[in-house]
């Protein structure tokens, strides 16, 4: 087969697999939207789509690794909170803004590498571990503010999360396009990632092979924390005031992002191309549904009918697949 005749070949497989059924699902949902408000496709409302979310899409991206690694990080959305208080909590007291956002980002390393201590090194499941730290390290940001919200941080500050910085940009969208073409080519393209697909798959066998296990997982968690911790803190910007009680819940939405991108739950196996169209669509499908006037209560049972969908129609399309494959090698088997 020519070269001509591979690149046809590999995009009709594309459109085969689940990233091609998701491209499907957003252009459905993109027209749809677009039926609904003609302001929908403006440049101004696709980047409030973003923003919106923005902090969330940019954990997404560290989760992507954590659940191929055939790992979970139940914390995250706790982190945002516990670096967003440690930030106003100091700001209160005196500490310049500059030292705060480095002593966030700080708390946002050390919890990441907390975590990734018992699981790596000890090796607790992960599981158990960031579901008892998502407990943790919400109750210390509620120990630092108690019920207080606190502002009034200067005005650059707020700026950084809530004007334009280049063009109609601003800061954290641009941060999340940088991470993406991180994202791509750490995973797909280089030797970290390959290590990450292969603990994936098995676990003993990578170690066998020669991968330090240990020190890729620890990685792993140490920049889970630290993106969770800097989605925090552009968090406290773009609202301007911080509570105990930010970013609670996000973690449903992440972890549906990455699940719905084609991530086995069980790791080993996706890409990062996968959770961008995953993203889009939840993005879009939340903008559909408040064009329409649906309340967030019920977009968030959407999310979670989501959720639940990401997981089992993979698991089912995969079924019907093995069975149609056992049911055309049996007569071949039966007829020698």
């Known amino acids: 087969m020519s070269r001509e005749e591979r690149i046809p070949r590999r995009i009709l497989d594309r459109l085969k697999s689940w990233e091609g059924f998701l491209l499907v699902v957003l252009l459905v949902i993109i027209t749809v939207n677009s039926l609904q408000s003609p302001a929908y496709l403006s440049v101004q409302n696709q980047i409030n789509l973003f923003i919106l979310s923005i902090e969330k899409i940019i954990v997404v991206l560290a989760m992507t690794f954590i659940i191929i690694n055939a790992e979970i990080d139940l914390s995250v959305a706790s982190m945002m909170g516990l670096a967003a208080c440690t930030l106003a909590w100091l700001f209160e007291r005196g500490t310049p803004v500059p030292a705060a956002l480095a002593i966030g980002l700080l708390v946002g390393v050390l919890g990441g590498a907390f975590n990734g201590f018992w699981i790596a090194r000890v090796g607790l499941p992960s599981l158990v571990v960031t579901l008892a730290m998502l407990i943790g390290y919400r109750g210390l940001a509620r120990v630092l503010l108690e019920d207080r919200s606190i502002g009034g941080f200067p005005d650059w500050f ?54 330090r296990v240990q020190r890729v997982k620890m990685t792993l968690f140490i920049a889970s924390g630290t993106i969770a911790a800097l989605a925090g803190l552009l968090f406290a910007a773009r609202l301007g005031s911080v509570r105990g009680d930010m970013a609670l819940g996000f973690e449903l939405d992440i972890i549906t992002m990455v699940l719905l991108g084609g991530v086995s739950i069980f790791g080993g196996s996706g890409s990062i191309y996968g959770v961008l169209l995953a993203i889009l669509i939840i993005l879009n499908l939340r903008n559909g549904m408040s064009l329409v006037n649906i309340t967030g209560h019920v977009q968030t049972g959407v999310i979670g009918v989501l959720l639940i969908l990401s997981v089992l129609v993979p698991n089912i399309a995969q079924y019907f697949r093995e069975t149609l494959s056992r049911r055309r090698t049996i007569p071949s088997v039966s007829s020698d």
């Open 158 to 211: 707020d700026n950084m999360g809530q004007q334009a910085l280049v063009g109609p940009f601003p800061l954290a969208l641009i941060l999340f396009f940088i991470l993406v073409v991180l994202a791509v080519v750490i995973l797909q393209y280089s030797g970290f990632g390959r290590y990450v697909y292969v603990i994936g798959n098995n676990r003993e066998v990578a170690r066998y092979s020669g991968v």
